[in-house]
């Protein structure tokens, strides 16, 4: 287990986007909007250091795995299928007492994004944020590089992510058979 994986860049897309279009309108900046941001940021950094928020949380698995993130760092397109594979499910740590409690972990794709940047240790949620549809033309035509051609779309949850996140201790719920328990 390494440390904690983080982006420099994680939470400054908005930030960043604030201040071009204040002085793009020649407006001054609000530095107490400008604080929010910061705020956010040390929010987190209390979250992530607090135990309790680490148990039973595939983000800090994800982030504090060596080989995992040894992955993610050499292959952009395996960023983007665990990405892809983030959005829309749900995880249940492979443990009895969160089997046995139907405990689940699940984040938004926006999220998803941030975690993949932080695991990458570069960019922010904006770098992954609807990946899925990379390459697709507004006329439906498929046109990506290679590496692009193996992105899959939100949701879908590929072979090797999925013997990968099983690997790590962790299950995708079958959302179909969720309610059969």
């Known amino acids: 287990m390494s440390k904690l994986s983080k982006s420099p860049e994680r939470y400054s897309f908005q930030k960043n986007g604030y201040v071009k279009r204040q002085n793009k309108k020649n407006r001054p900046v609000n530095e107490d909007y ?5 705020d956010i940021i040390n ?6 250091e607090d135990l309790e928020w680490r148990k039973n949380n595939l983000e800090w698995d994800l982030r504090t795995t060596d080989w995992i993130l040894k992955k993610v760092r050499d292959s952009k397109s395996y960023s983007q299928n665990l990405y892809a594979a983030l959005c829309n499910n749900e995880f249940q740590k492979n443990e009895v007492w969160p089997i046995l409690k139907n405990q689940h972990w699940s984040c938004s794709w926006r999220y998803a994004g ?4 932080d695991m990458r ?8 944020y609807c ?6 033309e507004s006329d439906g035509e498929y046109v990506a590089s290679n590496d692009q051609k193996k992105y899959v779309s939100e949701s879908i949850v590929t072979e090797e992510i999925r013997e990968d ?7 995708v719920v079958d959302q179909e058979n969720q309610g059969d328990l």
Do not use: N, P, V
């Open 121 to 128: 240790e570069e960019g922010d949620y904006m770098d992954w």
């Open 114 to 117: 941030g975690i993949l940047a």
């Open 131 to 136: 990946s899925g549809m990379q390459g697709m």
């Open 165 to 171: 996140l099983l690997k790590l201790g962790w299950l």
């Open 43 to 48: 929010q987190k950094k209390l979250l992530e």
């Open 34 to 38: 400008l604080k929010m941001f910061d």
